[in-house]
């Protein structure tokens, strides 16, 4: 049995009004999110969904030639497996743990079942998806019109706010799949963020040093994202 205390640290989980969390609680299990793993594949049938805790995934769209760029990015404000909910039961993308941690997972059925119910939680999904998909939509624009080292301050925003420190384990290998570039494009842009005081990277650790450094140097894209899930998702119980 999952404690609220525990389930708290996901904000989806947190706003769920009494009577939802009181069925939810039996069913919800916790699960380890090691670095890597990866919770579904592009085209699967989803058998959980995910509600991250500690823990970030990427949302990643894989070419047939095995190239991948990010779509979006999810941690403890959000869930993977909107697909389910949606129609689809499936999707063209692959969710892969860029961050570990823990989160929670129920099975799909349950699921299916809650949000038929077409009740709280049906509508905070549904706010939940509007979230994601304007994420999605900006981070396609953004990798058409902006330059890389802006891209990169829009990932590390973004990842800082689904974390409870400043530091990032992460390789530029890692990053350059994410944001679908050349590691030597991910290196040049982190040496530049680096000599401007902004972050601190060794050995696979990015320490954000300037905050607001970052979101100066950033384009709008992260505000516009940030705004959208702040109005969406306020901190308030489901109605």
């Known amino acids: 049995m999952v404690a609220f205390s525990e389930a708290r640290s996901n904000r989806l989980?947190?706003?769920?009004?009494d009577a939802e969390w009181a069925r939810w609680q039996e069913q919800l299990e916790m699960v380890e999110m090691p670095l890597g793993q990866v919770l579904y594949e592009s085209g699967a049938t989803l058998h959980h969904v995910y509600f991250p805790a500690t823990a970030i995934v990427s949302l990643l769209y894989v070419m047939e030639n095995g190239?991948?760029?990010e779509i979006a990015v999810v941690g403890?404000?959000?869930?993977?497996?909107v697909a389910l909910f949606m129609g689809g039961e499936s999707t063209p993308s692959r969710a892969v743990v860029q961050s570990a941690g823990y989160g929670f997972r129920l099975r799909a059925r349950l699921m299916l079942e809650e949000f038929n119910r077409a009740g709280p939680v049906m509508h905070l999904?549904?706010?939940y998806t509007q979230a994601l998909i304007t994420q999605m939509a900006q981070t396609a624009a953004c990798n058409r019109h902006h330059s890389l080292d802006q891209q990169l301050c829009r990932?590390?925003?973004?990842?800082?706010?689904?974390?409870?420190g400043s530091q990032l384990t992460?390789?530029?290998e890692l990053i350059a799949n994410m944001l679908g570039v050349r590691r030597e494009g991910v290196t040049e842009a982190a040496l530049k963020l680096q000599k401007a005081g902004l972050i601190r990277y060794a050995r696979g650790h990015i320490n954000v040093l300037d905050r607001p450094g970052l979101e100066a140097r950033t384009c709008e894209c992260y505000a516009?994202?940030?705004r959208e899930y702040d109005r969406l998702l306020p901190d308030q119980v489901a109605t």
């Open 170 to 172: 992460m390789t530029q």
């Open 125 to 127: 999904l549904l706010r």
């Open 13 to 17: 989980l947190a706003v769920l009004p």
């Open 224 to 226: 516009v994202v940030k």
């Open 67 to 69: 190239a991948s760029a």
């Open 155 to 164: 990932w590390l925003l973004l990842s800082m706010d689904r974390l409870s």
């Open 76 to 81: 403890n404000e959000g869930m993977i497996g």
